[in-house]
């Protein structure tokens, strides 16, 4: 690889260095998922020779918010500089692509970029250290277990011989396995030699439009710098600022940066404690920390330095640890961050230098409440060593580890008594309330006042504080006060304290049958074959949307969104957007008079806001200008005058309000009402369930390009379903859907979130287009997305069970709520399935479901993986183990006498076949090592307080196809030609889930010709029409039956030359059949099954959770998954399908919570799981012999059914709950309602520290 250097004069304001790498270089190998540096997607190394080492350094960056001129006499690697599909990958490439590393492709360079920070820095890295690379890359689709498994060669496994690469000798996994590759260093670029010798004696000044940076070297240049700029602003690593630079665009402003300081980087140890220089880094504390560790002996000082490790560790990510200083840190003066709290507690002190170079040492509680210093430079920061006997601990509670702003914090201390002196237990928190909450007590009283006095002590303290103070806060910082407590007590030897990571090393195991030893080694059938465009992605290559080539005359359109939930439009005042610098057109509703209703059953929402807002986020309009910036910034100057109403906000709101849509949706069995009195116990209970947001990697998006002739539009568009989209662009500009022409490559994941949702880009972009005769760009930033994209639907059940004493149920009665939003869209159809799946693998005699669909003035919910299943399937579960705590049997013992029987018709009408679901449950039961485990956590419960672990098991059973028959369809078209390659095309939607992969294995079989020759390209309404929306897990049986058909029809058609040729080759036949005049290319039609449903997926899971009650902390300890898939047509990306679709539903059950301020605005920002969050051993097995009914070659479809067994999270942190309740004297049951969060986890252990 060799560097390219970049010499450019024309430099924007504020311009990140993402911005520069994909719109000045055209380097889109980076991706832009977040733009607020939390995602990862945009991850760089970048390189720098240190003079004072002589040894080159390799960090990752968050590119978004790096800005330029912090790159200065750096070289930057981005993905495109690893390796290419062409040219050769990296080793580490090649290994994510074997492992099936990779879905939608998305999130991948970002990963490829931290993986190879890490080898550069580290050729042999231990299995932590490959996880803590990737703490700061976020993936929504793989589940992590692939990528960690593409390191394996890397890495030296700590299981030695029982390394899971060994367990999988039974699989064809093994081939893959072998193929694996190892670093190669040649590999690596050469760091460029002018860099090297470059030395940082000169102070970079840079102008940005009117913004001017200095970036000065020394101390010196520094206050120079400042005398002639005082009104300069100091900036170092930028995490803070760079996310607010925009802020000052119209402003002249000068901002000196402290980074490049090199006095500022110096961090220093002396008996007096550390000193620790503004510009460095938090991995340069964290290293040094980690070196002096070694050098002393004293424990106290030992405390203080790990305390200070344990903060670093899990204070943001790498990519942020990077490049964010102490410096900036303090100065930020926010009181709820990390670090504060425990430099707080250690009586830390800043030095600081005003601009005349006078310096003063102040100390940091001091400074940070009192603004008289903000002007002043932080020269250091000094932690100092109180006390050798001092014990210090640090801990955080945040709502997902890395990226921690809003949980609590603690940090403790408490000096040993000396002669002289009195010791003192000393606590501070941060996060609890606005600022840093501190207690002081003498220490001897610490050690033998009751919790419940130091209890009386917290809240005392907090009676000063204004405002309220959350009690379940106030909950995890005692637990804080008890952990530490427990420690210190321990006959005065502090032990280390527990980490949050469980040291057990990961295990994965992944078992699924080989291809028949007499298959042809050519068919790929039931092989586990890595994605067609896999090597693109690695490589940064494959283009999505926001990727593609700008056109000469492109305009960038940015929608204005309301900021009311629910108001009267009084006036819109467009003109501060008409005369913003740049802007071209501005429209809205006015444009489309008669077209300003969209939607995919009922046309119920408007593109544009007319008269009336009704959820906050709601496009009224938008704007069209010459670059992105100028449009954003332009749609800010529109002024909206709003007439304000009380939004419905909740279901409860909704119910009040008697706002539904539609009817209710019923389904009955049977007479349950009558059947209640006759039961041996009635139950009664409410689960509800939140929204969760689908969070794909790749933001909505389109490019439309007008044609000039006969109103032709081509569209270029990020989506699930290029029919509506192509309907609804035809509708709005009133022209025949054969002008409008969708095309799509792939997408960057969609979960069900892309196939009605694009429209609200996609009608303006095209409308805009159409309007000014020009190609128009919009894609919409992450926090638009979060703001005008529907969730999956929030739910409420109201359950009433009648059982036996015998375990069977009786009768069932739930009334379902679900809330829909503003719109109907997909939510009748998802309550449906709801209501038809409600009893899940159960039979009962007796059942009565209502379900109803409430409007509420928050955004339209539509369809998400699993389409209203895993809130039903949540509920059922909630019933069964409300009746196993009943009868006090388990929850496994409720299921098993209830199962469904072959033959029995559920809600679907489908009947059951049970063969591979009791296969599949005793399977997993067996897998599990079940009796064994429930033994374990047993005896686990009854030794610890503090811990407690649950165990639950649970069966799958998902239809596949739909009950309409008319989605049941598909077409393909296969081209041949004359050099022999074919060209498959279909109407479905590449969207991660490998769709491309497995049509293109079922034609080369089918065809008899290798997968090389085969190829697809695109989708696109130009050579498939009226395609149904890519959903429901059936796309491969229902495209794949067309495919068949293709090539059963262009074999027959073949079958006269090949009878008169029986020796010819493929090409032969080819030619010889053209030449005869025959039709190499036939579209064909697929329609499988019998009308309805083809058949079930079944499958089942067991997890085991550990709960620490004391912050409501969890961790997954261990999930056994075993699923029916029939016989896998690629094993490689049905295991990927598993294992991500059970990560997104551990996100809905337990981690990512969706909360609507009290005004209805969408939260900015959203938190899903990330490597941390992976079961620490996860298995996964695909059923051997699978006889039952299938579709194409015997497979079943996968993508969505697995998310539901993430529902033994949710039953396993229940069943822990319960015993932590039952030693607290509480023995009813709980709901616990979905995402069981730490705080709901404490409020269920009732609000009360375990002691
Ligand atoms: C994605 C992400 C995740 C994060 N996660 C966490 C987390 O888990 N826990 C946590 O505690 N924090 C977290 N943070 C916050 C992060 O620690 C701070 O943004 C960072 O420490 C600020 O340092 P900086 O060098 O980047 O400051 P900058 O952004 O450069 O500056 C911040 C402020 O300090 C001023 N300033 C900078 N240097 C000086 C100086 N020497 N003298 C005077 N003023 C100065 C600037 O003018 C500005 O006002 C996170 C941030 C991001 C972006
Ligand atoms: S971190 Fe930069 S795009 Fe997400
Ligand atoms: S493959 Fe990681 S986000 Fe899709």
């Not at 495209?1039 to 020796?1063: D, F, H, M, W, Y």
Request: charged share 20%.
């Amino acid at each position: 690889m060799t560097a390219v250097e970049v010499s450019d004069e024309d430099l924007q304001y504020g311009m990140t260095l993402l911005i520069y790498l994909r719109s000045k270089l055209r380097l889109t190998g980076s991706k832009n998922a977040c733009n607020q540096g939390v995602c990862g997607a945009c991850s760089v190394i970048l390189s720098k020779f240190d003079h004072h080492t002589q040894k080159l350094r390799h960090v990752t960056v968050n590119a978004c918010i790096t800005p330029l001129y912090y790159v200065h006499g750096c070289a930057i690697t981005t993905v495109e500089g690893i390796g290419t599909a062409r040219d050769g990958l990296h080793p580490l490439q090649k290994n994510l692509v074997q492992s099936h590393g990779i879905q939608c492709g998305f999130c991948t360079p970002g990963m490829v970029i931290s993986l190879c920070c890490l080898l550069r820095n580290n050729p042999k890295p231990t299995q932590d250290d490959v996880e803590r690379a990737i703490e700061g890359n976020l993936c929504r689709c793989t589940g992590y277990r692939s990528i960690l498994d593409s390191m394996n060669t890397f890495v030296d496994c700590p299981m030695g011989e029982d390394c899971c690469k060994r367990d999988i000798k039974k699989s064809e996994t093994k081939e893959v396995v072998s193929e694996y590759q190892t670093a190669d260093p040649t590999q690596t670029a050469i760091f460029p030699p002018e860099l090297k010798k470059w030395q940082p004696d000169d102070q970079l000044w840079m102008t940005f439009g009117r913004t001017t940076w200095i970036v000065p070297t020394n101390l010196k240049q520094l206050q120079r710098a400042w005398s002639d700029n005082p009104g300069a602003r100091f900036v170092a690593g930028a995490t803070a600022l760079g996310k607010l630079v925009k802020e000052y665009e119209e402003e002249n402003l000068c901002f000196i940066s402290c980074h490049g300081v090199e006095e500022l980087q110096n961090i220093s140890l002396s008996h007096m404690g550390i000193d620790v220089g503004a510009a460095a880094t938090f991995t340069m504390m964290e290293d040094f920390f980690k070196t002096s560790k070694q050098s002393i002996t004293e424990t106290g000082k030992l405390f203080i330095l790990q305390a200070f490790l344990d903060c670093i560790r899990w204070l943001a990510v790498d990519q942020i640890r990077n490049v964010a200083t102490i410096g900036g840190y303090v100065a930020c003066r926010a009181l709820n961050l990390d670090m504060i709290a425990l430099l707080i507690a250690m009586d830390a002190t800043v030095n600081l230098m005003d601009s005349t170079g006078t310096c003063h040492n102040m100390k940091l509680e001091n400074y940070l409440s009192d603004d008289q210093n903000a002007k002043e430079l932080v020269l250091k920061v000094h932690i100092p060593f109180n006390n050798k006997y001092q014990y210090v601990s640090f801990q955080k509670h945040p709502q997902r580890r890395g990226d921690g702003f809003n949980g609590v914090s603690a940090a403790m201390t408490v000096d040993n008594e000396t002669d002289d002196s009195m010791g003192h237990f000393t606590a501070c928190f941060g996060g609890l309330t606005r600022n840093t909450v501190k207690i002081d007590t003498p220490s001897d009283l610490f050690k033998s006042l009751s919790f419940e006095k130091l209890e009386g002590v917290l809240r005392n303290r907090l009676s000063e504080e204004k405002g309220e103070v959350k009690e379940e806060l106030l909950v995890v910082s005692l637990g804080f006060i008890r952990k530490f407590q427990d420690l210190v007590n321990e006959e005065g030897s502090f032990k280390e304290l527990p980490g949050h990571i469980d040291p057990e090393p990961r295990r994965f195991n992944i078992v699924f049958d080989d291809a028949p030893a007499e298959q042809p080694p050519t068919d790929p059938v039931w092989r586990p074959i890595p994605q067609t465009t896999a090597e693109d992605l690695v490589a940064g290559q494959a283009m999505f949307i926001d990727d593609m080539p700008s056109y000469q005359n492109e305009l960038h359109l940015c929608l204005v969104l309301s900021n009311k939930a629910r108001a009267k439009i009084v006036s819109v005042d467009w003109s501060g957007a008409q005369s913003f610098p740049g802007v071209v057109d501005c429209i809205d509703h006015t444009a489309i008079p008669e077209t300003n209703k969209w939607g995919l059953m009922a046309c119920d929402e408007e593109m544009f806001a007319s008269s009336e807002v009704v959820y906050y986020g709601q496009p009224v309009g938008a704007v069209i200008a010459k670059s992105p910036e100028q449009a954003a910034s332009a749609a800010e100057k529109v002024k909206i005058e709003y007439d304000e109403m009380k939004p419905i906000l909740t279901i409860e709101d909704a119910i009040r309000s008697d706002s539904f849509i539609d009817t209710t949706i019923s389904r009955v069995r049977g007479e349950a009402s009558k059947t209640f009195p006759d039961c041996d116990k009635t139950l009664e209970g409410t689960i509800c369930t939140g929204a969760q947001e689908h969070f794909y990697m790749e933001t909505i998006g389109a490019i439309c390009i007008p044609k000039k002739e006969q109103n032709e539009i081509e569209i270029f568009v990020t989506h699930q379903g290029p029919t509506f989209i192509q309907s609804s662009i035809a509708t709005c500009l009133q022209i025949p859907c054969n002008r409008v022409i969708v095309r799509h490559k792939r997408t960057g994941g969609a979960f069900g979130g892309k196939e009605t949702q694009p429209v609200k880009i996609c009608v303006p972009v095209a409308l805009a287009a159409h309007r000014n005769n020009c190609p128009v760009r919009g894609v919409l930033t992450r926090k638009q997305d979060l703001a005008i994209t529907g969730k999956r639907h929030p739910y409420q059940f109201h359950y009433k069970v009648g059982c036996n004493k015998d375990c069977r149920i009786q009768c069932l009665d739930v009334k379902v709520y679900s809330d829909a939003g503003c719109s109907r869209d997909t939510s009748p159809e998802v309550m449906n399935c709801t209501v038809d799946y409600i009893e899940g693998c159960c039979a009962i005699p007796n059942v009565t479901i209502e379900g109803r669909i409430c409007r509420t003035n928050t955004v339209s919910n539509g369809s998400f993986r699993g389409f209203g299943i895993p809130q039903g399937c949540v509920a059922m579960e909630t019933v069964i183990d409300h009746i196993a705590h009943t009868l006090n049997v388990s929850s496994k013992h409720i299921q098993e006498m209830n199962f469904a029987k072959t033959g029995f018709v559920p809600f679907t009408k489908l009947p059951i076949e049970d063969e591979t679901m009791l296969k599949s449950w005793a399977q997993c039961q067996k897998q599990a090592n079940y009796s064994q485990k429930d033994a374990d956590v047993m005896a686990f419960n009854e030794k610890y307080k503090q811990k407690k672990r649950g165990l639950a098991m649970m069966p799958l059973r998902f239809q596949i196809g739909f009950p309409a028959p008319l989605l049941n369809q598909g077409n393909a078209l296969v081209h041949v030609y004359l050099d022999g390659s074919v060209s498959l095309s279909h109407g479905g939607c590449e969207i991660g889930q490998g769709l491309n992969m497995k049509l293109l294995q079922i034609a080369s079989r089918a065809l008899g010709v290798p997968l090389s020759k085969i190829y697809t390209s695109e989708n696109s309404t130009q050579t498939i029409a009226n395609a149904v929306i890519t959903m429901g897990s059936s796309t491969t049986d229902v495209i794949g039956t067309a495919v068949l058909n293709a090539c059963t029809e262009l074999l027959s058609r073949l079958q006269p030359v090949k009878e008169r040729k029986p020796n010819a080759s493929w090409e032969e036949i080819i030619r010889d059949a053209y030449f005869n005049r025959i039709s190499l290319s036939v579209m064909a039609h697929g329609r499988p099954g019998d009308g309805g449903i083809f058949y079930y997926t079944y499958g089942a899971a067991c997890s085991v959770v550990e709960v620490d009650c004391l912050t409501g902390e969890h961790q997954v300890l261990s999930t056994d998954i075993v699923m029916d898939v029939g016989r896998s047509l690629n094993p490689g990306i049905d295991v990927g399908q598993i294992e991500g679709g059970f990560l997104q539903g551990y996100g809905m059950v337990a981690f990512e919570e969706w909360k609507v301020k009290e005004n209805g605005e969408s939260p900015t920002s959203y938190r899903i799981p990330d490597v941390r969050s992976l079961p620490r051993d996860f298995n996964v097995t695909l059923l051997s012999n699978c006889p039952k009914k299938t579709m194409v070659y015997s497979s079943k479809g996968i993508g969505e059914p697995p998310l539901l067994l993430a529902v033994t999270v949710h039953k396993a942190i229940r069943s822990a709950i319960l015993a932590a309740r039952k030693d607290m004297g509480l023995t009813d049951f709980i709901q616990l309602d979905c995402p069981v969060t730490p705080t709901k986890v404490l409020e269920a252990c009732h609000k009360k520290v375990p002691i």
